[in-house]
């Protein structure tokens, strides 16, 4: 299972996470912000639990890009 966190109240829109895992994150139109997909909001901690770990890969390229480093993602 892959873990998900985004700290959206930092994002500063840049896009990155989009790019590398559109299946998975996408710009808010109201905002401008990322938005974690399928995610659980709790005191601006975006988080997902991902039982696929296929998808491990996209959600790490996607933290490596990130340029404010709010996106973390581990593998239990």
């Given amino acids: ?8 109240n930092k994002c500063i829109g840049c896009n ?21 997909l399928h995610s659980e909001d709790k ?7 991902d039982p696929r770990p296929e998808n491990f890969e996209a959600f790490e390229k996607a933290a490596e890009a990130c340029p404010v480093n709010i996106i973390s ?3 239990v």
């Fill in 1 to 8: 299972m892959v873990i998900i966190t985004l700290q959206r």
């Fill in 16 to 36: 990155y996470c989009v790019e590398f895992a559109p299946s998975h994150f996408r710009m808010s139109k109201k905002d401008g912000k990322s938005v974690l």
């Fill in 43 to 49: 005191k601006g901690f975006h988080t997902r639990k």
């Fill in 73 to 75: 993602v581990k593998m």
